[in-house]
């Protein structure tokens, strides 16, 4: 199965190994991975700022890169619920309104293309450690995704998932709701990491490194142990 693979901005400029990961995966898996270099944004940041004029030039630039294809694959759940839940309301009476909601309903995340497209659970991937998930809120309200990525890691060899409590609690960042309410945004992501030390796991995992990155901020500024990582980092671990 050939799929194209989308890179959020997050990953491409701060976490790009979670990228290249994702093509191991994604490869492991059985896929021909095709790479776009001409993509950019999905248009997200700008329209949930109010720039709506902006966010539509850069969703066009998306439609455009990516109609044609048979499967959109990107290790973001924010990302991938924008275009799923966003592009037909953006383009609703518009020239692009068609292939718009046709690039909609061909993506997908990460651990929901490997489960539910592919029926692929077991990568024989091997990560010796005791984690804990959280939702995302893109990957749990907007996505529906909840079973796919624990699915994923207890298939995982050496890998202890314990559940922290309010695992579907928000951790704060919200994009630019960590800068509006920064107070607030900082008391989310503290409670957050209390629950999942509290499961003495050795990481947070996550489908989302908006997720992760804004934890992980606040684990440094705190001194504490625990550690975050991506989803497809672990997928891709041990061969």
Known sequence: MTVQLFIPCFIDQLYPEVAFNTIKV???A??????????????????????WGESK????KFVQDFDGVDYIVSPSASCTGFVRNNFGKIFENNAFQSPAKKVATQMFELSEFLTKILNVTDL?????????????CAALRECK???????????????????????DACCGFGGSFAVKFDTISIAMADQKIDNAIATDAEYIVSTDTS???????RINFNGQAIKVIHLADILASGY
């Open 124 to 136: 024989g991937a091997e990560f010796n450690a005791k984690v804990t998930y959280h939702d995302s």
């Open 145 to 167: 995704i909840k079973d796919a990525p624990r699915t994923l890691l207890s298939k995982v060899q050496g890998l202890e998932i314990v559940e922290m409590k309010d695992t």
């Open 26 to 28: 994604l490869q492991k």
């Open 57 to 60: 030039d850069v969703c066009t």
């Open 30 to 51: 059985g896929c021909t991975v095709k790479y776009n270099e001409q993509q950019t944004c999905c248009g997200q940041p700008a329209f949930n700022a109010g720039f």
């Open 211 to 217: 997720c992760l990155m804004h934890l992980d901020g």
